[in-house]
């Protein structure tokens, strides 16, 4: 599709980019499932200043409780905490695997339509710097470059065009994990903050697509995601003030279109699946930081791939996915520790 003129303008949009998640993930140059961040993406994002990471003090454990609803059923919205409270997604996947432009607000567990993008668009990431929300990239029939504030005003651009990525935020730099250019699976870690022009600061061990990302003691943790066709299972961590990615661990399976959060200390992995589109998990994963190792914490109501999920104050909003039966859910989920 074309892009309306602040999307169009950068020049960045790539042919060919990701596509659904009714779709296996593929080898460059075809057609992808859509990914999960935040993220999260699903498109996920924490915030955390930089700092060494303490040891996480034995293992934890998580309630999940069914707190409300979006407005409609949504597969991959980019997600973000806000600064001042609660949660925004950006655009997704509806039902019927058409990429949606809603910007959806959630406050007190209450979620609200407040606007639409540019341009409908699915696969972006999004992370929060002070009190804005930002999305990086994303795709509908192609890949873009667009840096976003909240949703519509177009501040920058990536290096390259990148959907199937994810963001998280260290110290009021952003950093976009990994992605996919429209041909080229990307093994990047892009670095940008308001006011400046997004850079390549590391690469990642080989490329990789749709992985779990977040924040946790001023280190980008990230774990899964697609390698070429393959779902992976290394956790890495990247720390910006060395500049190096190093293996800390393994999940205990290969895992794909996964959530990343921070709660307790701790770099939650939040549903996911294997490299079969009805591989959904319901396992929520907790990784210690400080040795790399990752334990079960708890259980979603259901296997889900392709949710959103937001640390907040004490808690992980979790939200929409797609189950292993193909159905895509509007459900918000908390997720706190017993």
């Not at 190792?293 to 999920?309: I, K, N, Q, V, W």
Request: charged content about 15%.
């Amino acid at each position: 599709m074309r892009f309306p003129p602040v999307l169009g303008a950068v020049g960045l949009l790539a042919i060919s980019g990701c596509g659904s998640t009714h779709a296996t993930a593929s080898a460059p140059g075809t057609a992808a499932g859509a990914g999960a961040t935040a993220a999260g993406t699903s498109r996920t994002t924490t915030s955390t200043p930089r700092g060494r990471t303490p040891p996480a003090a034995g293992p934890l454990r998580v309630r999940v409780l069914g707190v409300g609803h979006i407005p409609a059923p949504t597969q991959d919205p980019a997600t973000t905490a806000l600064a001042r409270g609660g949660a925004v997604l950006f655009g997704g996947l509806n039902q019927a695997d058409v990429s949606v432009g809603s910007i959806v607000r959630i406050r007190n567990d209450k979620a609200t339509a407040t606007g639409t993008l540019p341009a409908v668009m699915h696969d972006m990431a999004a992370t929060a710097i002070g009190s804005h929300a930002y999305t990086f990239g994303g795709g509908n029939l192609g890949s873009s470059g667009v840096i976003l504030r909240d949703g519509t005003a177009q501040v920058s651009t990536l290096p390259v065009a990148a959907s199937d990525a994810t963001a998280t935020t260290v110290g009021g730099t952003a950093y976009v994990v990994g992605g996919y250019d429209g041909a080229t699976p990307l093994d990047t870690i892009v670095a940008w903050r308001p006011g400046t022009r997004a850079r390549v600061v590391a690469h990642l061990p080989r490329p990789l697509r749709y992985a779990a990302v977040s924040a946790v003691g001023g280190r980008v943790l990230i774990a899964g995601g697609t390698s070429g066709a393959a779902a992976r299972r290394e956790i890495l961590a990247f720390d910006p003030v060395t500049g190096k990615v190093k293996t800390i661990g393994r999940l205990p399976a290969v895992l794909t279109h996964a959530a990343g959060a921070t709660l307790g200390g701790r770099f939650l992995v939040i549903g996911g699946r294997a490299d079969s589109l009805t591989a959904q998990t319901d396992a929520i994963l907790a990784v210690d930081p400080a040795t790399g190792r990752a334990t079960t914490a708890g259980h979603l109501p259901r296997g889900l791939s392709d949710a959103g999920a937001a640390t907040l104050a004490g808690r992980v909003l979790v939200v929409g996915g797609r189950d292993q039966g193909g159905v895509v859910h509007d459900g918000i989920y908390s997720v706190s520790a017993r």
